[in-house]
């Protein structure tokens, strides 16, 4: 059981560079999420996505595009890499959107991600 | 103010000792409660949820005072395995008003 699988492991970019980072679930989850975490701060939610076709913004989505295709895929865009999204990158799943003691989150390894 | 705060630490404990965390919220509306470790370089992983009656999971006790608006962890007869960073999470909704601490860092030291 692989659970969430997140790639690449790091990448460094030059300002104004794209790239996608993959997340992959194989637990049926409903609830998909893209974090970010920086040092002294919590981790912060970009981009979300309830079920196959639905996605919303979080807290910080500026500079980040999502897709939700298939219930298992949920890549994160960014369109033209800055400085400011140097940080560490969490895809997070669940089974439910509701939050609930008995469907608790499960996050990828994560990505370094350094832009230059 | 931060909707969710913690004593970054870090602390420093031997062996063997009783360490407490705390983390209050701001949101008086909020649901849910848990407790992630996060190990160096690591992703987050779920330790214990925090009911409102209080939880004990072998050596960690999780409590609940919605009054004062804080949550605690206890961790008893530390070990050199209990070195990681601890977040707290709080939710007022779906799993996208979920709200991370910036963490409290624990060393345990022999």
């Known amino acids: 059981n692989a659970g969430v699988t997140q790639t690449p492991k790091f990448q460094v970019l030059k300002t104004g560079q794209s790239m996608t980072l993959q997340c992959a679930q194989d637990m049926n989850h409903e609830y998909m999420s893209w974090y970010r975490q920086d040092p002294g701060m919590g981790l912060r939610l970009i981009h979300y996505?309830?079920?196959?076709?639905?996605?919303d913004q979080g807290e910080v989505p500026n500079g980040y595009n999502v897709s939700r295709s298939t219930t298992e895929d949920f890549p994160l865009r960014l369109l033209s890499a800055a400085p400011s999204q140097t940080s560490v990158y969490f895809c997070?799943?669940?089974?439910?959107?509701?939050?609930?003691?008995?469907?608790?989150?499960?996050f990828g390894n994560g990505t370094r991600l350094t832009v230059t | 103010r931060k909707e969710v705060e913690q004593d970054p630490g870090p602390f420093n404990v031997p062996e063997g000792a009783t360490v407490a965390f705390n983390c209050t919220y701001s949101n008086s509306a909020s649901q849910s409660f848990f407790w992630y470790r996060q190990d160096c370089r690591k992703e987050p992983k779920l330790l214990m949820s925090?009911?409102?009656s209080g939880n004990e999971d072998g050596r960690f006790t999780a409590q609940l005072n919605r009054a004062s608006q804080y949550i605690s962890l206890l961790i008893r007869d530390s070990k050199l395995s209990d070195s990681a960073t601890y977040l707290c999470?709080?939710?007022?909704?779906?799993?996208?008003?979920?709200?991370f601490g910036a963490g409290t860092r624990l060393a345990v030291h022999p």
């Open positions: 997070a799943s669940s089974y439910s959107y509701g939050a609930s003691y008995n469907s608790p989150l499960h």
């Open positions: 996505s309830v079920g196959a076709g639905i996605t």
């Open positions: 999470v709080v939710i007022s909704g779906g799993y996208n008003k979920l709200i």
């Open positions: 925090v009911y409102s």
